[in-house]
T-cell receptor, first 112, second 112 residues
């Protein structure tokens, strides 16, 4: 089957760096996306990796390694407002079962 | 503001009933996606439309159906409602398949 695995919860301290991993089991996909969702809010797009390597957007970076079936989201200089759930997502290569797959999400807790 | 508008914001109805959720995509976006998010769960992809045509189908129940109209707005119809259908339903739009998705604020559906 096709699935994305993320840790359910991660805790970090304000000002620190945290990495949220996403491992996947899918035969092929276009790219890996990351979304942030605050409690009671809508998901918002953070980052997309179409190719292997690191993409940097301000305090957030995302990494993809297709050979290792692995990606991560790196959050630096953590702020209390970063407390949220983070989802990785892929769109498998076109086939009869062309679905968009989201991981179950990682809830990030920031401690002062 | 993502530019995606969903109505209504809240909907309370009874088992066995039928409801229609509406979504207006961001200006210029041709793709519309529908997702279901149950309490403390990830996003379950239901269906995608692109420029009026069904583009991809996820785990959408036969009791559910959707369409995208010529003006690109979309409707998700849920019928024979069951208690388990209580959830947050999100609509998202994007310019294309591998472009960032922009989510609406969601419709919270409660089945009594």
């Amino acid at each position: 089957g096709q699935s994305l695995e993320q840790p359910s919860e991660v805790t970090a301290v304000e000002g620190a760096i945290v990495q949220i991993n996403c491992t996947y089991q899918t035969s092929g996909f276009y790219g890996l996306s990351w979304y942030q969702q605050h409690d009671g809010g809508a998901p918002t797009f953070l980052s997309y990796n179409g190719l292997d390597g690191l993409e940097e957007t301000g305090r957030f970076s995302s990494f993809l390694s297709r050979s290792d079936s692995y990606g991560y989201l790196l959050l630096q200089e953590l702020q209390m407002k970063d407390s949220a759930s983070y989802f990785c997502a892929v769109r498998p290569l076109m086939n009869r079962d062309d679905k968009i797959i989201f991981g179950k999400g990682t809830r990030l807790h920031i401690l002062p | 503001d993502s530019g995606v508008t969903q109505t209504p914001k809240h909907l309370i109805t009874a088992t066995g009933q039928r409801v229609t959720l509406r979504c207006s995509p961001r200006s210029g976006d041709l793709s519309v996606y529908w997702y279901q998010q149950s309490l403390d769960q990830g996003l379950q992809f239901l269906i995608q439309y692109y420029n009026g045509e069904e583009r991809a189908k996820g785990n959408i129940l036969e009791r559910f159906s959707a369409q995208q109209f010529p003006d690109l707005h979309s409707e998700l119809n849920l019928s024979s409602l069951e208690l388990g259908d209580s959830a947050l339903y999100f609509c998202a739009s994007s310019a294309g398949d591998n472009q960032p998705q922009h989510f609406g604020d969601g419709t919270r559906l409660s089945i009594l």
